[in-house]
């Protein structure tokens, strides 16, 4: 079985998905590295995390359609999960992070209003 040849202008379009989501997902891994504070560093990560899973899904909706000759649209449920479950996990980290930090007596992070249990700025 030979292996289908894409056309030019879609090897280029999967290519350049495929570097722009590797390079977004190394901008995050290096934001993790150097940010200097927790609370700093869970950004970069699901940030360069979620759009560089964007980009490489495309490609792969790109690719798979081209040599298959139908569309292909299984991607979406794997960008549709990720998609969902990225920012509830930063969610959930941040807060325990935080309610840490508030028990611990951090100086870093907003205290709670007495009576209104909204943070102080």
Not at 15 to 24: P, W
Not at 33 to 38: A, G, P, S
Not at 103 to 115: M, R
Request: proline share 6%; aromatic share 6%; hydrophobic share 50%.
């Amino acid at each position: 079985m030979t292996e289908p040849v894409l056309p030019f202008g879609v090897a280029l379009a999967v290519s350049a998905a495929l570097l722009g989501g590797a390079l977004f997902a190394l901008v995050g891994a290096i934001g993790a590295l150097r940010l200097r504070t927790f609370y700093q560093r869970v950004h970069a990560p699901t940030l360069g995390a979620s759009m560089g899973t964007l980009l490489i899904l495309s490609g792969s909706i790109l690719y798979f359609s081209t040599t298959r000759q139908q569309p292909v649209f299984h991607e979406i449920l794997i960008a549709i999960f990720l998609g969902l479950t990225t920012p509830i996990s930063l969610m959930l980290i941040v807060r325990a992070a935080l309610a840490r930090d508030r028990l611990e007596g951090s100086t870093d992070v907003p205290h709670l209003a007495p009576d209104t249990g909204q943070d102080v700025d």
